[in-house]
């Protein structure tokens, strides 16, 4: 091996540094051991804050640079001179010590506006609940109540010296590096949680196609699995079957021996069926060790030439700057070769075997996987709380019960037997406020309750009571609501909407809605009889002998003005309850 090809460990103004040689413009990049994962749910995006803070100060540079907050990691990098190169470098050292907090505010819209545009898996929620890498399903819901010092103590703790990698791809090692960092020491990788009492499990969600993760060791034989897996979803789903478009496979490493290996198919509305059928058999079959020889070699010979390509360590700098930070050393092409022409089926069929047993499927609304042995994941709690109880106004099957360890929302299920989502103040991972007096309290297994005040015939004292319960830091206010009378929608962050006192169209009906309901119907009665009477008399009594044109007209046009007068009220009824 050329010596020019691995990659060097050294070190850049006291902080741990990596150099592979590559030709053309010098590419950079600082990694932190600090990510989404680090956060709670009430102080969810302050990571990205951080990050966002620190460039800004680079201005509208000529050179490519950016930032990357992910679960466990957050990147900036960049690609220009060697002059530019040092100039970011520094410029983001110098930002992440003294934060510029004139922008906070700009900022935190700038992110809102980013939040708006970018869509959330739904497949971490369910895989580790709302903390640790559960969070990166949810919004960032922390950054509109950060201020200054908030932002300043996480930066701090987190964007250290000793809690950095530097990573270099030249021709040489930048000179007169100086990378002014706080001090503090390396930061150990995030917990890894689970919502999950048991796997293989699944889900109904969205209307797409089918996606599935499942958690293996980080290996040779891992990454060479999900490439023939995504060989056969493609062979099986879209060239034989012609029911997908897209199938394939990604592999994430976690930095911590283990890794994610997701798959995916899309589909269109009629043809999910065969989508989930084809899915499963392709499983079933890696799993019963039916390991294509031709496919292995294949992925075995891509991911080979990816290690001898002349970029090769150069495109491994990054994931070998998270390797470092998570504690696990540094590996050689060599190594990682010899490794991949090691691997046998059997290694493959192996890691099919522990795929199986942590997968975790997405399958469309309306469908579900249990018939391929996969189990439902929870959608409510095995417990109720002790406490007082408050009937719902919409549904009186439904009742709030508040106690002193949580909350919980009970209902009938189909079979007549009470079912419960509840919510401890312990492990209450955030409430949302909103100024009408609305609470979602959502738990750390990412289940959540609603506490309406205009849904169940709560007193102010008992809310007061729970607002006393979650602890401060758990608190998230929010600005008002477009639906101050009605429930939230079942949030994207909550694997539980049967229980949350949302109709399935998302409206939660009150009290005022049902009177106007009401209303509604006895307007349109008198309204269409009235409009019945008027044509009646306006076709019918025109030749009658007995009435003059001029009686005429005017009987019509005081019958049709009844009916006028009648329907006015109806349609601003129904204005006013599309609005709510």
Not at 9 to 35: C, K, N, S, Y
Not at 473 to 491: C, I, K, N, Y
Request: net charge negative; hydrophobic share 45%.
């Amino acid at each position: 091996m050329n010596p020019q090809a691995a990659i060097q460990t050294t070190e850049a103004d006291g902080i741990p540094a990596l150099f592979a040689h590559a030709t053309g413009p010098m590419r950079a990049g600082l990694v932190f051991r600090a990510g989404v994962a680090d956060e709670t749910l009430a102080r969810a995006g302050i990571t990205h804050l951080v990050e966002h803070l620190a460039l800004h100060r680079q201005g509208l540079a000529d050179y490519h640079f950016n930032g990357e907050t992910k679960a466990a990691f957050t990147h900036f990098y960049m690609e220009g001179a060697e002059h530019e190169v040092v100039a970011f470098l520094q410029g983001v050292c110098a930002s992440l010590h003294d934060l510029p907090m004139e922008r906070l505010e700009t900022e935190k819209e700038i992110l809102r506006t980013e939040e708006s545009r970018r869509g959330s898996a739904q497949l971490p929620l369910w895989r580790y609940g709302a903390q640790g890498h559960g969070l990166v399903s949810y919004p960032e819901w922390g950054v509109r109540d950060l201020g200054p010092d908030d932002v300043r103590h996480w930066a701090r703790t987190w964007f250290t010296r000793g809690n950095a990698v530097l990573w270099v791809a030249g021709e040489r090692m930048p000179e007169g590096l100086s990378l002014r960092l706080p001090e503090g020491g390396r930061m150990p990788m995030p917990a890894v949680t689970s919502a999950l009492p048991e796997t293989p499990a699944y889900f109904s969600d969205g209307s797409g196609g089918v996606l599935l993760d499942a958690v293996v060791a980080d290996t040779a034989a891992a990454r060479l699995y999900a490439g023939v897996l995504e060989r056969e979803l493609s062979r099986s789903l879209r060239q034989e079957g012609g029911w997908s478009y897209t199938a394939g496979t990604d592999y994430t490493p976690r930095r911590d021996g283990m890794a994610l290996v997701t798959a995916f198919a899309d589909s269109l509305p009629d043809k999910q069926d065969a989508v989930l059928g084809g899915f499963v058999d392709v499983l079933a079959a890696l799993r019963a060790g039916r390991v294509r020889a031709e496919d292995l070699e294949a992925v075995r010979a891509r991911f080979d030439a990816a290690l001898t390509a002349p970029d090769a360590s150069a495109k491994r700098l990054p994931g070998v700057a998270e390797d470092l930070l998570a504690g696990r050393p540094v590996r050689t092409p060599d190594a990682l070769r010899a490794e991949l022409r090691a691997v046998t089926p059997e290694q493959v069929h192996t890691v099919a075997l522990q795929a199986a047993q942590t997968a975790l499927m997405q399958v469309p609304s309306g469908h579900s996987a249990d018939w391929a042995g996969f189990t439902a994941a929870p959608t409510d709690s095995s417990y109720t709380v002790t406490g007082r109880r408050f009937r719902s106004v919409r549904d009186r099957s439904a009742a709030l019960v508040v106690g002193a360890e949580g909350v919980s929302v009970t209902t009938k299920g189909p079979d007549g037997a009470e079912c419960a989502v509840s919510v401890p103040f312990r492990a209450c991972a955030a409430m949302l406020c909103w100024p009408d007096g609305g609470r979602r309290l959502i738990g750390t297994d990412a289940l959540c309750v609603d506490v309406e005040p205009g849904l169940y015939d709560i007193d102010a004292h008992t809310m007061a009571t729970i607002d006393a319960a979650v602890p401060p830091h758990a608190v998230v206010r929010l600005p008002p609501r477009q639906q101050p009378t009605a429930g939230p929608a079942p949030a994207a962050a909550s694997p539980s909407g049967a229980a949350q006192g949302a109709s399935p169209g998302g409206r939660t009906f009150t009290r005022r809605t049902v009177m106007q309901s009401v209303g509604l119907v006895v307007l349109g009665i008198l309204a269409v009889l009235s409009g019945l009477v008027a044509l009646s008399f306006t076709v019918f009594e025109a030749e009658d002998p007995e009435l003059t044109m001029g009686e005429w007209i005017a009987i019509s046009a005081f019958l049709w003005g009844v009916t006028a007068l009648l329907v006015w009220p109806a349609v601003r009824i129904v204005r006013t309850t599309r609005r709510a």
